[in-house]
């Protein structure tokens, strides 16, 4: 089932989502309908706070940028509880985006490299080193089970200028091809 994705200025995109155990009420169902929503948006990486459940998941799929980032082949995986353990490498400048903020990208720098603990739908532990893009994406999805928007790494200067977009984004005044909710949508007189 396609979920709605919450809109940015949503308090759920500000919490800490809580660690997820192996009993969780429909999970599996859950993590596949995070997978329907994240293709139906067309989107490469979609946390489960977007979807208004403050739990620790996120999802990957980084195979359409696999043209340009040969290392994004194939590269699908879920990711619960993770942590991140490590940041390394080179700073590394990308224009990101996220379903949350239609029609927004701005470079973020971050790490080339990281080291990641997580489970997957088995809640098998791996450990592993990422680099590249798929890097790049789960610091994004990561940031997000820690209730930080991509836009806080964004320069003062750069925030104020893009206030007003946001406060567009949060009053549902976008044009967007996927379902969304809109946490500051004023009714229509
Ligand atoms: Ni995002």
Known sequence: MILPIVAYGHPVLKKKAEEVEANYPDLKQFIEDMY??????SGVGLASPQLNKSIRIFVVDADPLSKEYPEAKDYKKTFINPEILEYFGDDFEYSEGCLSLPGLYEDV????????RYQDENFDTHEEVIEGIPARIIQHEYDHLEGIVYTEHLSNMKKILLKGKLRDISEGKVVVDYRMTYPNKRRKR
Do not use: H
Request: aromatic fraction near 8%; hydrophobic fraction near 35%.
């Open 109 to 116: 720098v971050r790490k080339s490299k990281i080291r990641i």
């Open 36 to 41: 329907e929503t994240l293709y139906a948006s």
